[in-house]
């Protein structure tokens, strides 16, 4: 009896065990997905030294700008 409880118990810390890492692995990836899609880094506009999140920044030839003015884009 004891050792069949021994046995069940075993059997639930490795079935909870396997669930809590696989569920928990599942949610920390779209985090961290999520947490580089959404980063508000500032990044300043080469032209006029205002300072957009890089989300909204126009990226010119490596360079960094506000608006399409500052980049030179029609
Ligand atoms: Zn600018």
């Known amino acids: 009896m004891i ?3 021994l046995v ?3 059997v639930v810390f490795i ?3 396997l669930f809590f890492k696989t569920s928990r692995g599942k ?4 985090k961290k997905r999520d947490k580089k899609q959404d ?3 500032m990044v300043e506009c080469a032209n006029c030294s205002v300072f ?7 990226i010119k030839d490596g ?3 506000c608006s399409k ?6």
């Open 3 to 5: 050792f069949k409880l």
């Open 8 to 10: 069940f118990g075993v």
């Open 15 to 17: 079935v909870y065990t």
């Open 27 to 30: 949610v920390e990836q779209p």
């Open 39 to 41: 980063s508000d880094t």
């Open 52 to 58: 957009v999140s890089e989300s909204e920044a126009i």
């Open 63 to 65: 360079k960094f700008y």
């Open 69 to 74: 003015e500052c980049a030179g884009v029609k």
